[in-house]
Every structure is written in C-alpha cells, then in structure tokens.
C-alpha cells in the first residue's frame, strides 16, 4: 500500500487508544504569529509539563538561525521509517503536508509524559486536535490568539526581513488564518487564551491544562474576541 493510503487509512490499535484517554494531554493550536511557541516553550519550563516530541519526514530547518535537532524539535525519520511505523500502528495520529511530508505522533512519545506524571503538551493544527478529539474527549484544547487583528498584523511582520516579503506571504497568511479560525469556532471544545502579556498567558494556559478542561467565564470572553479577529479578516484583504 502506498503512503498516501496509508496514511488516509491509518487508525490507532485500542493500546494507543487506551493510552491517550488515560493520559492528560493539552493541545496548543494557534493562527501563525499568535505566540503559541513561546507559550509551548515557557510552559516546558515547569515541572508539571512534558514535551511530546513529533516525528516528520521533513529535513531539519533553520529557526532564528538555529539548525534544529533531531529529538528536540521533531524526530527527524524517512518515509521508509515512516511507512514502517505506520504500518506498526505506532502513531497516535499521523497526516501528510504538501503530499511528500509526513507529520506524526507516536504512542511512546505520549508515554514518556504518563510515565513522568506530567501533562503531555505539543503544538498541533485544528485538524490534528480533532483526531485526538476522537480518540478522547478529555484532551485540552487552545487555542492562542493576538490581542487584536491590527497587533497580529504588526507581529506577523516582524518575521520577514522586508515589507514587501511580508506583503507577498499576507494572502497566505490571511487565509490560513480564516480557515484555522472558522475550524476552531465551529466546535465548543476550544479554550481561546489572548496573549496580550506573555506572563499572564503562560499563567492562563497553565491554568487551563491544569483544570481537566473545566471551562470558565474567561473562555466565553477569549471566543469572543476570536470572533472579532476573524470578523477583520474577512472584512480587510
């Protein structure tokens, strides 16, 4: 069978089922440029949290001209690794980007979190929280977001190195956005945290994960700015 079947017919065994429902597990998501790397990174700081290392069939990459890793940013496999644990049934979920790319998280990387007795954290897109959502209901989901459209704008910036670099990607950008967005507030089961102060986000993010997934009055008022930013974004090209 080849990898494209593979992986849009892959399911997990009941092991890793039963696993990711009897571990605590919170899911960051985020349109590009919100913070939730950071967030991800300050939180790791923590003794209560553990990093769930992905794999990808992707090639290492610079970020802020840092090479990254192989078991730091991602475990960095080829396709033949990855056909081989697929058909192992040894990722929790598993997807393809651009058709030649594989991401995947494997069972023993949510382990070595339950093991620890910690609650397993990662950055993922909305469609890998939803496949997670399947497995179990008990996963935390964020969701972080700007302050502001114009303040997500500013931030989004700042990553290329000219204006006119950054005017090339905006469709881009803006239309991930929009889609990241709609997909997040069609389903009740996000938490939006606004990183308007990383301390207090942390602080809020912490919180949330910590909480199995009791939602509060905050949650209700961070939907609500969601909404608005994607309001601007439809409205403003």
Not at 23 to 42: F, M, W
Not at 77 to 104: N, P
Not at 129 to 155: D, M, N
Not at 174 to 184: G, P, Y
């Amino acid at each position: 069978m080849d990898l494209e079947k593979l992986v849009n017919n892959y399911e997990p065994n009941e092991a890793t089922v039963s696993l990711v429902r009897s571990s605590r597990i919170a899911l960051l998501v985020g349109i590009a440029g919100a913070g939730k790397d950071t967030i991800k990174h300050e939180l790791l700081k923590s003794t209560d949290f553990a990093d769930i290392v992905s794999h990808t069939t992707r090639q290492p990459r610079m970020n802020n001209g840092i090479l990254e890793q192989d078991g730091r940013e991602y475990n960095f496999i080829s396709l033949d690794e990855a056909r081989y644990l697929m058909q192992e049934k040894a990722f929790v979920e598993v997807k393809s980007v651009h058709g030649d790319t594989l991401y995947g998280t494997t069972a023993a990387a949510i382990k070595v979190g339950q093991d620890a007795g910690k609650i397993s954290i990662t950055d993922i897109d909305v469609q890998g929280v939803a496949e997670y959502k399947q497995l179990s209901q008990r996963i935390v989901a964020l969701f972080i977001l700007p302050p502001s459209y114009e303040t997500w704008r500013e931030r989004l910036a700042k990553r290329y190195t000219t204006a006119e670099a950054f005017e090339a990607e905006w469709p881009k950008r803006r239309s991930s956005a929009i889609k990241e967005l709609e997909s997040a507030l069609r389903v009740p089961y996000y938490h939006f945290v606004i990183n308007d102060d990383l301390q207090r986000s942390v602080a809020s993010a912490s919180e949330i994960a910590h909480a199995s997934d009791h939602f509060r009055r905050e949650d209700d008022e961070a939907r609500l700015v969601a909404r608005d930013i994607l309001e601007e974004l439809k409205a403003r090209p």
